[in-house]
T-cell receptor
Framework: GNSVTQMEGPVTLSEEAFLTINCTYT??????LFWYVQYPGEGLQLLLK?????DKGSNKGFEATYRKETTSFHLEKGSVQVSDSAVYFC???????????FGKGNQVVVIP | DVKVTQSSRYLVKRTGEKVFLECVQD?????MFWYRQDPGLGLRLIYF???????EKGDIPEGYSVSREKKERFSLILESASTNQTSMYLC?????????????FGPGTRLTVL
């Protein structure tokens, strides 16, 4: 079945540092890929998405490129802010009723 | 502004009680979902519905049931709550049909079963 793997553990970094969160997936067919973000005390909201190989999703300074050859969709941001502190979830959908398979999430803490 | 609302932000119940979690969306979405979120496990799908009165089991349906009598409302029911159902419950909705449609999430209900 479909599955998503995110790197283990929380990520703590200083303001203006470069952020990378790794995401790899296993899927049959050609899934669409997503990054969702959950700010403290809130539900999840879509950060960016990519629907086919080599697509790049981007939003709020975050980017991720759909790499079919490495089955990856790593999230990057060049210069993080304290306001980026949140939990980030990678997810995939194979289109069936828009079901999503989520990774376990990564807590990101940005220190001033 | 699109909105998914959940009936309670925090709920405390006792073991064996019947618990109802309500979710309402105002976007006329066909699909609705219930997830639970646990530390280290991410989000896991409990049930989803792609139309009124339709439901399908997700990955962890045991101990739960759902009801969708109206398009905008999707209820999660714990027939006899147990301590291992203490968790954060998230509801989401999306458009149906072809294509990949964004899921919109509610703020969550943190349920504690004592």
């Amino acid at each position: 079945g479909n599955s998503v793997t995110q790197m283990e553990g929380p990520v703590t970094l200083s303001e203006e540092a470069f952020l990378t969160i790794n995401c790899t997936y296993t899927a049959t067919g050609y899934p669409s890929l997503f990054w969702y973000v959950q700010y403290p005390g809130e539900g999840l909201q879509l950060l960016l998405k990519a629907t086919k190989a080599d697509d790049k999703g981007s939003n709020k300074g975050f980017e991720a490129t759909y790499r079919k050859e490495t089955t990856s969709f790593h999230l990057e941001k060049g210069s993080v802010q304290v306001s980026d502190s949140a939990v980030y979830f990678c997810a995939l959908s194979d289109g069936g009723n828009n079901r999503l398979a989520f990774g376990k999430g990564n807590q990101v803490v940005v220190i001033p | 502004d699109v909105k998914v609302t959940q009936s309670s932000r925090y709920l405390v119940k006792r073991t064996g009680e019947k618990v109802f979690l309500e979710c309402v969306q105002d976007m006329d979405h066909e699909n609705m979902f219930w997830y639970r979120q646990d530390p280290g496990l991410g989000l896991r799908l409990i049930y989803f519905s792609y139309d009124v009165k339709m439901k399908e089991k997700g990955d962890i349906p045991e101990g739960y049931s759902v009801s969708r009598e109206k398009k905008e409302r999707f209820s999660l029911i714990l027939e006899s709550a147990s301590t291992n159902q203490t968790s954060m419950y998230l509801c989401a909705s999306s458009l149906g049909g072809q294509g990949i449609n964004e899921q919109f999430f509610g703020p969550g209900t943190r349920l504690t079963v004592l």
